[in-house]
C-alpha cells in the first residue's frame, strides 16, 4: 500500500507546489492537499495519512493547538510543521506540541525532501539551527528568554497584536470572548515586564514575532 502525504496550507500554490516536488522523488505515493483546519481535521477522520506537511498559520485555532489534535485523534499520523516561522521562534514550542519535524520555508526543496524520507523512516527531523536552540534550552531552560515563558496561548495572543491585530479581532478569530483575550494580553505584558499594549507591539517587532 502506498504512502500517503497531506498537505494542509491555505496557499493553493503552496500546496501544488510541494506535492509536485513530492512527487519527483515519490511518484507512487497518495498526495492530498487541504486550505484549512476542519478540512484536514475532515481528511484525518475520513481515512489515514502518513504524514502531514502543516502550516502554523492557516485560518482558524493556532497551528499548534492542529499539531495537538492531529496527535490525538491519529496517532501513528506523522506531523512536519513546515512554515514561514524560523525555528528559533517556533520551532521548541511544536516539537513539544508533538510534531515529528520543524522546516522553515526559505530552506532548499532538497531539505524538505530529505526531512520527508527521514520522517517517513520513523525518525524525528531538526535543522541545526533547532537542535542548536534545543540543546541551548534543554542545558539551561532557566536563562532562556521571556518569550519561552510564554505559553502558547499567550505567544499566539503576542504575535497577533504584533501583527496589528485589535482584542476584538483576535477574539473572533480564536474564537474566544473579548474578556479571555484581555486576560492572556495581561498576563503577557505580566511575564515580560511590559506596561502596555504599545509596548507588546514594539516587542514584538524588535524580536520578529509578527
Not at 502518513?50 to 499548534?64: E, I, N, Y
Not at 497577533?160 to 470572548?177: E, N
Amino acid at each position: 500500500m502506498p504512502r500517503r502525504i497531506l498537505i494542509a496550507d491555505d496557499h493553493f500554490a503552496v500546496r501544488e507546489g510541494v506535492q509536485a516536488l513530492l512527487r519527483d522523488t515519490w511518484p507512487n505515493y497518495d498526495y492530498g492537499g487541504v486550505p484549512n483546519q476542519p478540512a484536514l481535521m475532515a481528511a484525518l477522520t475520513a481515512s489515514h495519512w502518513d504524514l502531514v506537511l502543516l502550516d502554523l498559520t492557516m485560518p482558524g485555532r493556532s497551528g499548534l493547538e492542529a499539531v495537538r489534535e492531529i496527535k490525538d485523534l491519529s496517532p501513528s499520523t506523522a506531523v512536519l510543521v513546515y512554515t514561514m516561522h524560523p525555528e528559533d521562534q517556533l520551532g521548541v514550542r511544536a516539537l513539544r506540541s508533538g510534531a515529528d519535524g520543524f522546516l522553515n520555508k526559505e530552506r532548499a526543496p532538497e531539505e524538505l525532501v530529505s526531512a520527508v524520507r527521514r520522517i517517513l523512516e520513523g525518525k524525528r527531523y531538526i535543522s541545526d539551527t533547532l537542535a542548536d536552540r534545543m540543546a541551548q534550552f534543554l542545558a539551561q531552560p532557566e536563562t532562556g528568554t521571556a518569550v519561552d515563558l510564554l505559553s502558547d496561548r499567550e505567544y499566539q495572543i503576542l504575535k497577533l497584536l504584533g501583527s496589528g491585530h485589535s482584542p476584538t479581532d483576535i477574539a473572533d478569530q480564536l474564537h474566544l470572548s473579548v474578556k479571555t483575550v484581555s486576560t492572556y494580553r495581561a498576563r503577557v505584558l505580566e511575564k515580560l515586564n511590559l506596561q502596555t499594549t504599545a509596548d507588546l507591539i514594539r516587542y514584538a517587532i524588535e524580536n520578529k514575532i509578527t
